[in-house]
């Protein structure tokens, strides 16, 4: 789980993550869902170190089993040391499964479901959504070209994958220093000979980036729509 940004874009004195959502922390949203589900054993919690009390506040009503992992300079480092941390502190079995998530999305129960009922046929699993939006390909400023939007979906997390599949990928970039990617499964698509399987992602499911998108947050509980 990731949660160890500074909340840059955010536009707080505080990383975003413990900004409060109709009276909880947004971690607790995340933290909620995944100790709610069974099939999830462990989990790794990726910080920044200089708010470590504020984790630790957090964390003390749960009783689901969490390890706090330093987070990196960038997303794929940080899901590179959580990784680094299981292969050593846990020696997962040959099949485990990881889910990737980040802790800026509140609302992801739905999405957890289908993406861990699809790693039971696959090896990564990734939950996106169509397009509702016309699509230009721009260069300084100039339509280049207008793709069809029935080739685009936007992406979502969590995203899941067979753990040492994904270790082996996060290992390969981080020797050749390729750290560009954005999210798992475009690290995975590049490093990997597998393919990547779409399931239902959520619209409700949408990352919390700026302080705006915490009334659209709240609008959404006050409507009970999720």
């Known amino acids: ?31 909620d869902v995944i100790t709610s589900i069974k099939a999830i054993e462990k989990t790794i919690l990726v910080i920044n170190k200089r708010f470590e009390s504020d984790y630790d506040r957090i964390l003390k009503k749960y009783t689901h089993e969490i390890h706090k992992v ?16 299981i292969e050593k502190e846990m020696k997962p079995l040959k099949d485990t499964d990881v889910l990737i998530h980040d802790s800026a ?7 957890f479901e289908n993406v861990i009922n699809g790693m039971v046929f696959e090896n990564a699993v990734v ?5 509702a939006d016309t699509i230009y390909k721009c260069e300084n ?10 080739q685009f979906v936007k992406v979502q997390t969590p995203q899941g994958f067979k753990f040492y599949k994904l270790l082996d990928c996060h290992k390969k970039a981080y020797g050749k220093k390729d750290v560009i990617y ?9 490093y990997s000979n597998d393919s990547l399987k779409i399931v239902e992602g959520d619209q409700n499911n949408f990352k919390i980036t700026k302080a705006v998108d915490l009334d659209i947050a709240q609008y959404i509980l006050r409507n009970n729509q999720v």
């Open 141 to 150: 400023n100039i339509v280049s070209d207008i793709p069809s939007r029935d």
């Open 1 to 31: 789980l990731l949660a160890g940004g500074n909340g840059t874009r955010f536009g707080s004195g505080r990383p975003k993550q413990f900004s409060s959502l109709d009276g909880k922390a947004l971690l607790e949203y995340s933290l």
């Open 105 to 111: 999305r509140p609302f992801s129960k739905t999405v």
């Open 70 to 85: 330093e987070g990196g300079d960038a997303r794929q480092l940080s899901v590179y040391n959580a990784l680094m941390f």
């Open 182 to 190: 954005s999210d798992d499964g475009s690290l995975y698509l590049k």
């Open 127 to 131: 939950p996106a959504i169509p397009l």
